[in-house]
């Protein structure tokens, strides 16, 4: 018997038993209806299903052409199929969750020393503390708009959380098309499961920050697709969402920025289907550097000027093979310096150790099956990427994680966790892509992959409850001094010097000031001046005594700070 092949449009009519008779757009006229004989869903193929049904009962329906015929074929949305489960969502909910159960808890209710640098240049109930050369302003951008309401930890700590997780979600949504649903997804899991990651999405701290701005300006990038080629409504203003994601990355840190775009740069210059993103890289990447340009003329008397007072203040940036110190904090803690501390659970960092090794072998894979001709994206896709080399999905995010890693791993003597963050999200992608790869070649390998994913995700959760703790000592204790500077009298208008005097300043609503260190802001002359105008406290820590000029203040002992001493200046009415 013969039969014929149809192809209807998606929004055919189709009832229970029957589906529609004609192979146009259902809202076009009537629709009539036929008796379904049999129902074929083509696998994979992403877009139709085959219905065949007889051609004996409505000849009218079964053959709109007139002419008799036999039983007829009828194709079918994709979408009559049951939709995958949304991982990627989930993992973003997960995330939230973990973040609001297990971190805010224990750090809700008071900043860090480098959050109350941030968050104090726009909160308008406290005066800003000593913004220092290496810092980029996106991050008190975003938490802006949150200090204009009010200056509750707490609140704050609750929107971040969510906001981060948001914004994980839309980072690595932006990779699906390129390597699939359940790659996306799984990559999503291993870089928030990280307890860096979970324990920095409720602080306001840049590195998370930069870390999804640069899966998302990488992602974007690679869906990037020549003129001559047909191309997606994503793909066709894929070079101006680039373009956005590099200007909000380098408003957060520009230094940062910089490093993941030389990569991308790089690639636009090689490859001639790149090039149409050359001028979207710079235009993006001068956006978000605008205002670190205009500081650094206002401030620092020019780019050079900054650059070289930011080497300064990190330490001096110059060749250093930091990975010992990298190695010594990889569980902890989170500021390595000096970094003198020996490693913590050296059980927990087979992950650190094999990342390079998953790494390397993903570039073999890609590489074989670019040679093969292969395409390296989820088979499962309905959206394959138009645009991408197979090679390229791979080759990209991790050039541009080696990219980021280098001012951290070669020219820094210091080390913090945090500080590898870009790096691992990008890593993440190419490693659940050969992992995903792995799992699918046999039973027993995919309980291989999901045991040790678990193990992955327990062992970072272990250090995250850990971590968390100790973060929230520090913390307290800054708030504890604050508090005892209140009991002494010290109240705004006042002047907090001394180490640890950033967070302690802002948690007594007074302003900050140090003559010398990493945040040097007076002089010394300067600084008595300002005491003889409003009450002033020099802190001291470990028994240690104050500076010359300030010996002859009257010592407090501060309880629950950890050891420190307020030496408080005489009041200005009794010089």
């Not at 199929?81 to 808890?105: G, K, M, S």
Request: contains cysteine; charged residues 15%; aromatic residues 8%.
């Amino acid at each position: 018997m013969k039969t014929r092949h149809v192809r209807t449009r998606y929004r055919a009519g189709v009832r229970t038993g029957f589906a529609a008779g004609t192979g146009g757009d259902a809202s076009a006229g009537p629709t009539t209806s036929v008796r379904v004989d049999h129902v074929h869903l083509t696998p994979l193929t992403g877009r139709t299903a085959t219905v065949t049904a007889p051609a004996g009962q409505d000849r009218t329906a079964a053959d709109p052409t007139g002419r008799a015929g036999g039983r007829r074929r009828l194709r079918f949305p994709f979408a009559l199929r049951r939709r995958p489960a949304p991982w990627l969502a989930l993992v973003a909910l997960t995330y939230a969750t973990v973040q609001l159960t297990a971190v805010v808890p224990h750090i809700g209710h008071v900043l860090g020393w480098d959050e109350t640098v941030y968050v104090s240049q726009v909160d308008p109930r406290n005066p800003a503390a000593y913004f220092s050369a290496p810092r980029s302003r996106g991050m008190s951008m975003l938490v802006a708009p949150v200090l204009a309401v009010t200056s509750d930890p707490f609140v704050l700590r609750i929107v971040l959380a969510l906001l981060s997780a948001a914004a994980l979600y839309g980072a690595f949504r932006i990779w699906r098309p390129l390597v699939g649903r359940g790659t996306t997804a799984l990559a999503a899991l291993l870089f928030a499961g990280l307890w860096t990651t979970e324990l920095y999405g409720p602080e306001a701290m840049p590195n998370l920050w930069v870390a999804l701005g640069a899966v998302a300006t990488t992602g974007w990038f690679l869906r990037t697709a020549p003129r001559v080629r047909t191309r997606t409504p994503g793909q066709r203003y894929a070079p101006r969402w680039m373009a956005l994601c590099l200007a909000a990355t380098a408003l957060v840190r520009l230094p940062d920025a910089g490093w993941l775009a030389l990569p991308l740069l790089g690639t636009a210059l090689l490859v001639r289907e790149r090039r149409r993103a050359l001028p979207w890289l710079l235009g993006g990447l001068a956006a978000g550097g605008v205002q670190w340009v205009v500081e650094a003329y206002l401030r620092f008397g020019g780019i050079p000027q900054r650059l070289r007072v930011s080497g300064a203040t990190e330490g001096g940036m110059s060749p250093h093979l930091n990975l010992g110190n990298a190695w010594r904090a990889l569980n902890g803690p989170e500021l390595c310096r000096p970094c003198t501390v020996p490693l913590r659970h050296p059980e927990l960092t087979v992950w650190w150790l094999a990342l390079p090794l998953l790494t390397a072998a993903a570039l073999v894979l890609a590489f074989a099956d670019r040679r093969r001709g292969r395409s390296d994206t989820d088979a499962r896709n309905p959206w394959p990427a138009r645009g991408a080399r197979p090679f390229a999905v791979t080759a990209v995010p991790v050039a541009c994680a080696a990219s980021l890693a280098v001012p951290y791993l070669l020219l820094l003597g210091y080390f913090a966790p945090r500080f590898l963050l870009p790096t691992y999200a990008l890593l993440a992608l190419p490693v659940a892509a050969l992992l995903i790869r792995g799992a699918r070649t046999g039973t027993l390998l995919t309980a291989v992959v999901a045991l040790a994913v678990a193990g992955q995700l327990g062992s970072q959760y272990a250090v995250l409850e850990r971590l968390a703790a100790e973060t929230a000592a520090v913390d307290h204790r800054y708030q504890a001094a604050a508090d005892d500077l209140h009991t002494l009298g010290l109240h705004a208008p006042c002047l907090v010097t001394g180490p640890r005097a950033l967070p302690v300043a802002y948690d007594a609503g007074c302003a900050s000031a140090e003559t010398s260190g990493n945040n040097r802001s007076v002089t010394t002359r300067e600084l008595l001046h300002m005491a003889d105008r409003q009450p002033t406290v020099v802190l001291t820590a470990g028994g240690h005594r104050p500076a010359r000029y300030a010996l002859g203040w009257t010592a407090h002992v501060l309880p629950g700070t950890g050891g420190r001493t307020a030496w408080l200046a005489p009041s200005a009415s009794s010089r």
